[in-house]
């Protein structure tokens, strides 16, 4: 049998209604929904023992009054009447409708299926706790009650897929997981877009991981919560995609991961709505600003953090925060904003289509072959072969292992498959040059030689030979 107070406080957790004005005197809440200019009471008093016709002719002399607690034109009051048998009775004026309902438990008000599932298992609290939670008035602690079951959903989805991870790591041994569902260049261009996605599920390790998940609930409860489910999933989806897009517009050469994109996605969205609703106020622009500096200082400790994804992100989400509110500014914001939102991605995506692409692990595969972990390379180049993702430098680095271990056919083999591949890769081409000048052929040297564009010559073993041959006329 629910009191007033916890059945206020389901209410406000599964419903749109918050808390607007608690009269201490005569023991009277009042929660309310502004979206449907809808004023609630509580009574724990049974229908059948109260003067409804004259609490009616009540409130609709107090009109006024109950417009100034709601902050807003009040439409319609609804007064339940708990532990009482069913009953309904309306009243209707020119400027409010007044509807009391006899009610026998509060799921007949809340019909949210998290409810009735998170009944069967919740333990009743004391009255006093339900009460301070009611009466709160913490805007960070009254976000936090709602319930925000997709909130729920993607953080499941991200656990699960780090447990995954983990498993892939740590027992078996591999980064199949990790190199499968990360975002790189290479791949996404290569036709894998669904990278653009799976990337923001993915995190590198524990603390990368907490971290995110730490963010996502919280900024996730506020938008969630504000909003709608839909809206965090819209929020959440599109701003990691966008975000990932604007990564891949700058880097080129590594593999990035995590979901830090979305959730500067989620804090754009919330920003704008305070701002739109004049919700800023010095308590909470200090909770909000302390969850961002956080998230700001955390992220520096960690190592490759994808500033442009963040910064991606955090536009997009403040874009589609107007969006959000596009009944209350002004269509010449909202539509240009619109447009932009439309129109970006396509001029990025344009972009990163023109950039060189590089195999992440090609580049894990040239470090440690750089450092002489030949054993860790040789690892690498498996890994490439077995996913069918080789290409010119993954040829270069085995024929470079083959040269190391004496197999020297091999590595000549595996040197002219990886120029053959591609005549531009600068190890590829800085072989050739070298078996041609030991073969004493400088006029096939020269023309490889004029092929090159001496101002884009990044190894410095091949910009040193096409300027000593230039030096010698050739």
């Known amino acids: 049998m629910a009191n007033k107070w916890q059945a206020a406080y389901e209410i406000i957790r599964y419903t749109k ?27 724990e008093t049974p229908i059948e023992n109260i003067h409804v016709e004259g609490i009616t002719e009540s409130i609709f002399s107090n009109k006024n009054s109950l417009d100034t607690i709601a902050g807003f034109n009040v439409k319609r009051v609804k007064i339940y009447y708990l532990n009482s048998a069913k009953g309904k009775r309306t009243f209707k ?9 006899g009610i026998e438990n509060i799921g007949e008000i809340i019909l949210s299926p998290f409810y009735k599932i998170d009944t069967k298992y919740k333990k009743q609290k004391q009255n006093d706790w339900y009460k301070r939670r009611v009466l709160s008035g913490n805007p960070l602690e009254m976000y936090m009650i709602k319930s925000t ?17 983990l498993f892939y790591i740590h027992i078996k041994d591999s980064m199949h997981f990790t190199n499968q569902l990360g975002l790189t260049h290479f791949d996404v261009v290569q036709g894998e877009y669904y990278r653009l996605i799976s990337s923001a599920f993915l995190h590198a390790n524990v603390e990368h991981f907490l971290f995110n998940i730490f963010a996502l609930y919280i900024l996730g409860k506020f938008v969630e919560s504000i909003y709608s489910h839909v809206h965090i999933l819209i929020t959440y989806i599109v701003t990691a995609l966008l975000a990932n897009v ?10 990035s991961l995590g979901a830090s994109g979305a959730v500067y996605g989620l804090l754009g969205v919330l920003v704008i709505f305070m701002l739109i609703n004049r919700k800023i106020n010095t308590k909470l622009i200090v909770q909000i600003a302390l969850t961002f500096i956080v998230i700001s200082v955390i992220s520096s400790f960690f190592s490759n953090v994808n500033h442009y994804a963040h910064v991606g992100g955090l536009i997009y989400g403040l874009m589609l925060g107007v969006l959000f509110q596009a009944k209350r500014i002004d269509w010449k914001i909202s539509l240009p904003v ?61 024929a470079k292992l083959y040269d190391i271990s004496g197999d020297f056919e091999k590595a000549k083999e595996n040197y002219n498959k990886s120029f053959e591949l591609d005549p531009e890769n600068e190890l590829a081409l800085k ?7 030991k073969a004493n052929d400088y006029d096939s040297m020269k023309k490889l030689i004029d092929n090159i564009d001496r101002d884009h010559i990044y190894d410095d073993e091949l910009r040193a030979i096409e300027e000593d041959m230039r030096s010698k006329g050739y």
Not at 93 to 101: E, F, G, I, P, W
Not at 149 to 165: A, E, G
Not at 246 to 255: G, P, Y
Not at 431 to 437: A, D, G, H, P
Request: hydrophobic share 40%; net charge neutral; aromatic share 12%.
């Open 17 to 43: 209604y918050v808390t607007a004005y608690y009269e201490s005197e005569t023991d009277t809440l009042w929660l309310k929904n502004k979206s449907t200019r809808t004023l609630m009471c509580i009574n």
């Open 93 to 101: 004026s020119k400027k409010l409708r007044v509807t009391h309902y």
């Open 149 to 165: 079951p997709m909130t729920s959903v993607l953080i499941m989805i991200n656990t699960l897929i780090f447990l995954m991870n």
């Open 246 to 255: 604007v990564s891949l517009t700058f880097i080129t050469d590594s593999l």
């Open 338 to 398: 619109l447009v932009l939102l439309l129109a970006t991605p396509i001029i990025l995506w344009s972009v990163v289509l023109k950039h060189d692409s590089y195999q992440p692990v090609d580049e894990v595969g040239l470090k440690y072959l750089n450092e002489k972990q030949y054993d860790k390379a040789l690892e690498t180049v498996n890994e490439t072969f077995q996913y069918n993702k080789e290409t010119s430098t993954t040829y270069y680095i085995l």
């Open 431 to 437: 072989y050739k040059l070298y078996e041609l000048r």
